[in-house]
């Protein structure tokens, strides 16, 4: 393999937020199968140590397990400290931390006359703190991992920094204002710090994923019941021309692209993986 065809990816570090979950853990196990060393950061210390110990025995490579919170600069300055002993400099940040919660979520799509004396079920009913919740894990913990972690690669003078948008980003979904507003913001984000970091050897890209069935939406994808799609599950399916859900690993080429020096010119952009969702017009 000559220099151009070669991802360059073999004995940097990595460091994976909301790593504990389906999506981040699958990122992490592809970085690690291209000889990256990884650091699974998650507020669930158990489920990070476990996709670890998980990654060292699939691909005899070193990862580590660390409890962090994103939205605690103290918190992951000590991961830092941690991370930088146990594996080393790092090289690649990946913010994947996120998710959506039902109290930040309204019942119907279309507010009707009919739902006025039902407030619970529309935009008036939402608790301010979920709204919160959302758009600070999704935004906030985008941003105090680029600043600890960020920081460090700068001043190396290298690094790939990657969030992890949505479709949400482009066009607001109904049903879930604070967490399409956060990705929303995300994406916003990794364009200004694209240019912010444009002189400083570190690039800043998104990710911004289809629909893939995940804890956090299944209740609004999938009916409990009968297992079958809920009204919401079957319009996206129609509305994906390749007509189906993504799975976790159809974000890895994207993601081992991005970090990869085939991607040096490559800063600023939100590349969606999504079945062609975003280019469907409905018709």
Known sequence: MNKITELNLEGKVAVVTGGGGVLCSTMAKALAERGVKTAILDLNEEAASKVAKEISEA???????VAASVLSKESLTD??????KELGDIDILVNGAGGNAASATTQVEKIQQKDISKPDSTFFGLQLDGFDKVFALNFQGTILPSMVFGEEMVKRGKGSI???SS?????PLTKIPAYSAAKAAVNNF???LAVHFANTG?????IAPGFLLTNQNRFLLVDEKTGKATPRGAKIINNTPMERYGEPEELTGTLLY???DWAKFVTGIAIPVDGGFSAFSGV
């Open 59 to 65: 691909y005899s490579i070193k990862s580590i397990g």
């Open 79 to 84: 991961a830092l400290n941690l991370i930088k």
């Open 162 to 164: 990657i969030n992890i």
């Open 167 to 171: 479709m949400n980003a482009f066009t």
């Open 190 to 192: 990794t364009q200004w």
């Open 202 to 206: 570190v690039r800043v890209n998104a």
């Open 258 to 260: 991005l970090v990869s």
